[in-house]
């Protein structure tokens, strides 16, 4: 339905809506000083959505229920800077700090130099280009001349506004925006204890965190992560004058955009420094990452007479904060096994004060890092706080060894089950490859359930955490032993959804081959994978007993997936498990041989919209058997796309990219033998 078709009452509330959403979005975000609920704000943004879902003409590009939804990328694009933006010149102490601002005094030949003290955060530089008040293109810094295009992941970031919150007719009609995007230390502490639980490596600190999310091809895993934004300058600027840096963080909040804080304008070298320690003193108590201030001549006038230099201005320096280091001994070195099998290795310190808080422990990542740094047990070390946050060791003090320090070696059995560890050629983790290793049998029993595996449908997160809890599963074939009495006894599960569950795990016992692998979870083998296996093998047990040399010749399996299903089979613990599973009824069918001449071999599917006469996973089913392939989203590889009623952005991305496109009529067509693919 076109625009000027819709009622001029849904329009009138729909704008009513989008707008009211960002107000209320500055006020929690930018201010600080929410007026509604969170509830009342969620009812707003669902009758938005549904607005938009049933009149998608409504949707606009600044529409609050456009942050996330975008398909993933294969690469990032670039975008050329108009204005360069150039890095800092450091300088780390008061004497290199006194030397800048009285060569910037004596270069504007003037004894009153009027500097504006910011806090230097410690994340990722970018900008964001608003025209006539919308968020048109979002960078990363790069090299100063051409950054990444994050337009999309910048979006999910709700302390970035889609658009400016000052009407039209007073925000600029062009403004360049740039800032640091971060991540506040307590939202990075709790991201990696998350990571820690599920078997993940840990960031090293909170920049490095919220550079790889805003860096991901998928918008999605940007907006799962706890990211903001801060802004302290501008490139191009039409349709308003700033003239001073004061002036700058005054206009951002008006905006909509959050400013760096606190602030201060000094008008003396004194001032700077009595800024300087200030901030040093509230350095732990801010909710981010600071490594200093920065500095810089408030006039803008005075900035262009300053100019830059090659890769810095004249006009502004970083003044760096002392880093915190302290000295302590390693005492022993223990191997943690996280949720995915993952082990880490973790140095058990002598108690030392560092910033402020005692530390105990200290990731080592792994083993290469280990012998990288030569970490011994024994060894007197340097240890900070990376990023203030995360303990790490920054080198070892050789000289105060005395020839009783011991050399540390993974495990080659997994500390907490026994089970086999292994580390595939080219990867930095060593995993335990044991399905039933109790340190992560609640993930294993996750995702044997999940919708692409075994389809068991009510056996999610929080049921699975009370299975293993409760000693009731310890291993995925013990799930087939679950009765309605023992399930209806849990928390949240009454007789009927008790029952629902039985069923749907006696369901679950005919899953085809390929579900099944998938289900098993052996490192790099995700659903494609699995099927690949399945229809090459036919049969589990002719692919348990395949050598590690014939697993790598079969396509699209290399040495890393190779060695990883083949110390996966090589576990009598895992072979158990499988017999357990057969005699509990799980099936293990053969696979379907390809219906004569595999004519969709090479080609590449996705479907999008409605199917009349299939639904979208028998469409896919009747590619693969042909010996295609279906994907979930669309991109240069892409042979075609199948659109039915409703088709989207998946639609607008063949078009875009010059995919074929065909409807459900023609690929009926295909599948019967009436139309050369």
């Known amino acids: 339905m076109a625009r000027s078709e819709i009622p001029r009452a849904v329009q009138k509330q729909a704008e009513k809506l989008r707008k009211d959403l960002h107000y209320h979005n500055y006020r929690y975000h930018v201010l600080d000083k929410p007026v509604i609920s969170d509830a009342e704000y969620d009812r707003m943004m669902r009758e938005l959505q549904e607005l938009e879902e049933k009149y998608p003409s409504l949707v606009t590009p600044d529409s609050p229920t456009q942050r996330v939804g975008a398909e993933p990328r294969e690469e990032l694009g670039t975008v050329r800077h108009a204005i360069p933006m150039l890095s800092l010149d450091n300088a780390m102490n008061r004497d290199e700090t006194r030397a800048w601002f009285e060569r910037t005094q004596q270069a504007?030949?003037?004894?009153?130099?009027?500097?504006?003290?910011?806090?230097?955060?410690?994340?990722?530089?970018?900008?964001?280009?608003?025209e006539r008040g919308v968020l048109s293109v979002g960078s990363t810094?790069?090299?100063?001349?051409?950054?990444?295009?994050?337009?999309?992941?910048?979006?999910t970031i709700h302390s970035i506004p889609l658009r400016l919150v000052e009407e039209e007719d007073k925000a600029p009609a062009l403004i360049e925006v740039r800032g640091e995007v971060?991540?506040?230390?307590?939202?990075?502490?709790?991201?990696?204890?998350?990571?820690e639980k599920q078997g993940l490596e840990l960031f090293a600190n909170p920049r490095n965190a919220a550079a790889g999310a805003l860096r991901q091809l998928d918008s999605k895993i940007t907006a799962s992560r706890p990211l903001n934004a801060v802004f302290y300058g501008v490139g191009r600027v039409e349709g308003r004058t700033i003239d001073s840096q004061a002036d700058l963080l005054a206009l951002l909040p008006k905006l909509g955009l959050r400013a760096a804080h606190p602030t201060r304008v000094a008008g003396s070298l004194e001032e700077v420094f009595q800024y300087y320690d200030e901030l040093g003193e509230k350095r732990d108590g801010l909710p981010f990452e600071i490594d200093g201030c920065v500095l810089k001549v408030n006039s803008y006038a005075a900035q262009r007479q300053l100019g830059v230099r090659s890769r810095s201005p004249r006009w502004a320096i970083a003044f760096k904060f002392p880093p915190r280091q302290e000295t302590t001994v390693v005492e022993e070195i223990e191997v943690q096994v996280g949720r995915t099998g993952a082990l880490t290795p973790v140095a058990k310190l002598r108690p030392v004060r560092v910033g402020g808080v005692t530390v105990r422990n200290a990731t080592l990542h792994n083993e290469d890092e280990i012998q990288r740094k030569d970490v011994r047990i024994g060894d007197t070390i340097v240890i900070q706080r990376a990023g203030d946050v995360i303990p790490e060791v920054v080198s070892v003090i050789k000289d105060k060894r005395t020839g009783r320090e011991r050399e540390f070696k993974m495990p080659a059995k997994c500390p907490v089950c026994g089970a086999t560890v292994s580390r595939p050629e080219g990867e930095a983790v060593a995993r335990c490859t044991g399905m039933a290793c109790p340190a992560q049998i609640k993930q294993t029993i996750e995702h044997f359930a999940s919708k692409g595996a075994m389809d068991i449908?009510?056996?999610?997160?929080?049921?699975?955490?009370?299975?293993?809890?409760?000693?009731?599963?310890?291993?995925?074939?013990?799930?087939?032993?679950?009765?309605?009495?023992?399930?209806?006894?849990?928390?949240?599960?009454?007789?009927?959804?008790?029952?629902?569950?039985v069923e749907a795990i006696q369901a679950s016992k005919e899953r085809p081959l390929a579900r099944i692998i998938f289900a098993l979870g052996i490192r790099h083998v995700g659903e494609h994978v699995a099927e690949v296996l399945a229809k090459h093998f036919g049969t589990i047990d002719a692919l348990m007993d395949t050598s590690q040399d014939d697993l790598g010749s079969v396509p699209e399996i290399g040495p890393t997936i190779a060695q990883s299903i083949h110390d996966f089979f090589s576990s009598t613990d895992n072979r158990k498990i499988i017999e357990q599973l057969k005699k509990s009824g799980v099936k293990f069918p053969e696979v379907e041989k390809p219906m004569g001449k595999p004519i969709f071999e090479g080609l590449t599917f996705v479907f999008t919209g409605e199917l009349e006469a299939m639904t979208r996973d028998e469409a896919e089913a009747e590619v693969k058997k042909r010996g295609g392939r279906a994907a979930s989203s669309v991109s240069k590889k892409t042979d075609y796309v199948v659109a039915g009623p409703g088709a989207g952005s998946k639609l607008a991305k063949a078009q875009e990219l010059g995919v074929k496109v065909i409807d459900e009529?023609?690929?009926?067509?295909?599948?019967?033998?009436?139309?050369?693919?």
């Open 665 to 677: 009529a023609a690929f009926k067509e295909m599948l019967q033998g009436k139309r050369k693919p």
């Open 457 to 501: 449908e009510g056996l999610g997160t929080k049921l699975a955490d009370q299975l293993v809890e409760k000693g009731l599963v310890k291993t995925p074939a013990q799930i087939y032993a679950l009765n309605k009495d023992a399930l209806a006894a849990l928390e949240r599960m009454g007789e009927k959804s008790a029952q629902n569950l």
């Open 108 to 130: 504007l030949d003037t004894k009153k130099l009027e500097v504006v003290c910011e806090p230097k955060l410690d994340g990722l530089a970018v900008e964001l280009v608003y």
């Open 141 to 155: 810094r790069g090299d100063g001349e051409v950054g990444e295009d994050v337009t999309q992941n910048l979006k």
């Open 182 to 195: 971060y991540m506040e230390k307590a939202r990075f502490e709790q991201l990696n204890r998350e990571r």
